[in-house]
């Protein structure tokens, strides 16, 4: 069964303290790697798909990398604003998505 | 990018009523929908995929008969929550995206049900 594993369950950073979160998942047959952010009674807003090992994409202060068994989102000088849950979601080879369970993230001014 | 919007954000009802819950693709076409469940501080748990022009695919575990689901449209998917209980109270959550790829892509804002 696929497995989608973040980690930590939550952060508190102080404004400019770079750090990454990580999503370790288990899957068969990867057709794409996804992150979100997500904040408290939203819906989760798309960030990033990432297709094979290797791959890295970046947006403004996040930055998105793939291995065969873990993504890390790296948040570089963070800011107030990014706090939010970042969610990673896996879809497989019959196109199922499994979700993890995300990433609390406080920013402190 | 892409807009999906979902409507309505919040909604009370009394148990044993029924609630209707649309999702709209609004600058795309969407042959495939998702709804999603949310618990506070776990994560989205696939309920369905609505299929447009064709039956909605249940999860294991999801009743068909009281999560309906309509996709009458190429940009209109609606989950309609029937006889509802306390216990179907959560944060209900629609997906789509443009073209065969990026299909989860797109949220929306979700819905909020009660049910007292």
């Known amino acids: 069964e696929d497995q989608v594993t973040q980690s930590p369950e939550a952060l508190r950073l102080q404004e400019g303290e770079s750090s990454s979160l990580n999503c370790s998942y288990t899957?068969?047959?990867?057709?794409?790697l996804f992150w979100y952010r997500q904040d408290p009674g939203k819906g989760p807003e798309f960030l990033f798909t990432l297709y094979s090992a290797g791959e890295e994409k970046e947006k403004e202060r996040l930055k998105a990398t793939l291995t065969k068994k873990e993504s890390f989102l790296h948040i570089t000088a963070p800011k107030p604003e990014d706090s939010a849950t970042y969610l990673c979601a896996v879809k497989n080879n019959n196109n199922d998505m499994r979700f993890g369970a995300g990433t609390r993230l406080t920013v402190k001014p | 990018g892409a807009v999906v919007s979902q409507h309505p954000s919040r909604v009370i009802c009394k148990s044993g009523t029924s609630v209707k819950i649309e999702c709209r693709s609004l600058d795309f076409q969407a042959t495939t929908m998702f709804w999603y469940r949310q618990f506070p501080k776990q994560s989205l748990m696939l309920m369905a995929t609505s299929n447009e022009g064709s039956k909605a695919t249940y999860e294991q575990g999801v009743e068909k008969d009281k999560f309906l689901i309509n996709h009458a449209s190429l940009t209109l998917s609606t989950l309609t929550v029937t006889s509802a209980h306390p216990e179907d109270s959560s944060f209900y959550i629609c997906?789509?995206?443009?073209?065969?790829?990026?299909?989860?892509?797109?949220f929306g804002q979700g819905t909020r049900l009660t049910v007292v």
């Open positions: 899957v068969s047959g990867l057709r794409g």
């Open positions: 997906s789509a995206g443009p073209g065969q790829g990026n299909t989860e892509a797109f």
